[in-house]
């Protein structure tokens, strides 16, 4: 195949997005800047560029008769084999399947796979800083979930205890289905040890689900290196919007597993009696038709970065990252959540002892078109048990009764800022000077804020006029 169409780009990436401009409520307008990355990055223009390519020829796949159909075919699965590429996996050893609802339908997927291969083995491990998406569907299934503890405590929890970890293995020997964990919590950046809990959890019979959503951004991955059985990533948090989530799994492992979705695509014959899959991958495992335009473009994308290269990518990512941190440390009144002299990468989250979270990320927007996201990040267990000691220590002595829950509401969560690959220091300085000047200010732009009950905060007067921004509604 012909790599013309932006698939084998090498140049820089450049983003969609960093020139956008917001209408800020003191009534100027402003350049957006975006530090939300961890829940999606702006849109690569190489993504955009290939979708624009392929969709002239866009078709169903899994037909050789037209010559769309055939373009379609033999692209998405080069996109299979950027995908192993990208994250240093064996062809002979792991495939990938391209799922729907992101890493979620991902991790779904396999843990009710796993609950019916392995009956016999009863115990989940999950790590105690999961974002939902791995932690809830290992619930499900009659498992019996125990949570791996962190290292420390309250506001300055670090990694997994590989301590405690290799106890619980050692308590559950033999019952261990296996072990849920991110490579990089969502929360705070910090990263896991991968490598030592995937060989431990080998030596006790069990398998290792590694949830990659934070960390394929921003650092190298090795899965031939690591030898994880499953790897599980978003499309969108890859500066690929409308892409698919991906499972990358061991073809042996896979093999054992039922319970995929069912239909055409995966099957090689089927009578009224029985069906029979196909015993190649991935179409054992890719029924109905996948998202073809958006894997295809979240695989340029993958290209783009392996030529970046991406160590290139995890030096800006750790170097951007540890100025952030060195320069919220400045600030006074702010908590950084995690142990401090941990590396992390790609989001850290904070508050300020007087401004609630929900009113710092309003102002944050409001008044300095800065995007930053707040509240509990889906990883509810996690932030409360960071918040734990500051929530019990709220003084209520002056707040009327019937207030109380209202008013510890508003304190139940953080901000967090997140650093994608177009992120600069400059941007680190404008969100820091943008906080000092909210200290200073503070008692003036409370005044334009109503708290609401679920703790969120509006301003009395400034809505952003949405339907102005979006042509296509006029
Ligand atoms: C660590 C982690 N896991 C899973 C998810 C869920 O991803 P998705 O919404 O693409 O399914 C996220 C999204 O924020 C995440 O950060």
Redesign the pocket.
């Given at each position: 195949m012909k790599h013309t169409l932006g698939f084998n780009s090498h140049s820089p990436m450049k983003f969609v997005g960093l020139d956008t401009r917001y209408k800020v409520a003191s009534g100027t307008e402003l350049v957006r800047l975006h530090l939300d990355g961890?829940?999606s990055p702006l849109p690569s223009q190489t993504a955009i560029d290939t979708m624009m390519e392929l969709l002239p020829h866009y078709s169903n796949t899994h037909s050789y008769v037209h010559n769309s159909a055939q373009i379609s075919t033999k692209a998405l699965a080069w996109a299979h084999e950027q995908v192993l590429l990208f994250l240093n996996a064996s062809p002979t050893v792991y495939t990938s399947v391209f799922t729907g609802?992101?890493?979620?339908?991902a991790i779904n997927r396999v843990s009710r796979g796993l609950a019916i291969a392995r009956p016999d083995k009863k115990i989940v491990l999950v790590s105690s800083m999961e974002?939902h998406?791995?932690d809830l569907p290992h619930r499900s299934h009659n498992n019996e979930v125990s949570y791996i503890p962190l290292v420390g405590e309250g506001a300055n929890r670090g990694a997994i205890d590989l301590d405690a970890y290799r106890s619980l293995l050692e308590q559950y020997s033999g019952s261990v289905n296996y072990v849920a964990v991110?490579s990089v919590s969502?929360v705070t950046g910090i990263l896991n040890p991968i490598d030592e809990m995937t060989s431990l959890a080998h030596l006790h019979g069990a398998l290792i689900l590694v949830?990659g959503?934070?960390s394929v951004a921003h650092r190298i991955t090795n899965l031939d290196r690591q030898d994880v059985d499953f790897f599980i990533f978003?499309g969108?948090?890859v500066y690929t919007p409308s892409s698919p989530?991906v499972l990358v799994a061991k073809k042996e492992v896979l093999t054992t597993l039922n319970g995929q979705d069912l239909g055409g695509g995966s099957v090689s014959s089927v009578s009224y009696f029985d069906y029979e899959l196909i015993p190649s991958y991935p179409d054992r495992e890719q029924s109905g038709t996948p998202n073809i335009i958006g894997a295809v473009a979240l695989a340029s994308v993958l290209n783009q970065l392996q030529h970046q290269p991406m160590s290139e990518v995890e030096r800006h990512s750790a170097s951007t990252m540890s100025y952030l941190i060195e320069e919220l440390k400045n600030l006074p009144k702010i908590t950084i959540y995690g142990d401090n002299s941990l590396d992390r990468t790609g989001a850290i989250s904070f508050n300020h002892e007087r401004i609630d979270h929900g009113l710092l990320a309003a102002i944050l927007n409001d008044y300095y078109a800065i995007a930053v996201r707040n509240e509990c990040f889906?990883a509810h267990p996690y932030v409360s048990e960071l918040l734990k000691k500051e929530l019990w220590e709220i003084d209520l002595t002056d707040i009327k009764e019937e207030e109380h829950e209202f008013y510890v509401n508003r304190k139940r969560g953080m901000v967090r800022v997140s650093i994608s690959l177009y992120n600069t220091r400059a941007d680190v300085d404008r969100l820091i000077t943008a906080l000092r000047e909210i200290e200073y200010e503070l008692d003036n732009l409370e005044k334009n804020y109503e708290a609401q009950p679920d703790g969120s905060y509006e301003h009395k007067e400034f809505k952003i006029d949405w339907k102005a921004e979006l042509k296509f509604l006029t």
């Open positions: 961890a829940a609802a992101g890493t979620t339908a974002h998406a791995n991110s969502n949830d959503a934070q978003s969108h948090k989530g889906c």
